[in-house]
């Protein structure tokens, strides 16, 4: 199976596991890309351009079992409320159900939200590595 074969899927997997979330009552999940990656936003209306959440998702060339995410946000006002923990946990039943095996992401090593979200959902943490002179990330994966 091709790239562009599972993203079709991958996005109709993501709209089916969201229309089951108490959130899809009161904000709208958009695509924004039909490529390689992937963009979602969470919007208050199919129209609306600005997001109030969004994430995005690649696949990694030569391997159609992985995928990479990245670029997870959650709005400023709305955060510490579980919306970055209900959107991981989105991503990861969409990509499961879409056949992915493996899921990767780098996060920095002082962002300590997104770590916590890492390591609560059975990620494994690979090894740090240097991003800067001065500051590292470290290297998540985690099957699926
Ligand atoms: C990372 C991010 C998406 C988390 O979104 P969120 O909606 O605030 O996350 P949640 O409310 O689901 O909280 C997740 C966990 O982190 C904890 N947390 C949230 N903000 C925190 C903070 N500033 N410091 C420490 N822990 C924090 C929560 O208490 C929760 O832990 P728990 O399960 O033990 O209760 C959000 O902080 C964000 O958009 N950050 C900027 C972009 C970014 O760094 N993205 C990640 C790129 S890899």
Redesign the pocket.
């Known amino acids: 199976m091709s790239d562009s074969d599972l993203l079709p899927n991958l996005r109709m997997c993501f709209h089916k596991h969201y229309a089951k979330l108490e959130i899809s009552k009161k904000y709208a999940l958009v695509a924004t890309t039909s490529d390689n990656p992937l963009h979602f936003n969470l919007c208050k209306s199919t129209q609306d351009i600005l997001s109030i959440?969004h994430?995005e998702l690649s696949c990694v060339p030569g391997c159609t079992s992985a995928v990479i995410?990245?670029?997870?946000?959650?709005?400023?006002s709305?955060?510490?409320?579980?919306?970055?923990?209900?959107?991981?946990k989105l991503r990861l039943d969409a990509c499961r159900e879409a056949g992915y095996t493996l899921a990767l992401?780098?996060?920095?090593k002082d962002?300590?939200?997104?770590n916590?979200?890492m390591d609560?959902f059975g990620w494994i943490c690979g090894r740090e590595f240097d991003t800067s002179p001065t500051s590292k990330a470290r290297l998540w994966y985690k099957i699926l």
Do not use: D
């Open positions: 959440a994430f995410f990245s670029g997870a946000y959650v709005g400023l709305l955060r510490r409320a579980g919306l970055g923990k209900t959107l991981h992401c780098t996060v920095n962002n300590a939200p997104q916590k979200i609560s």
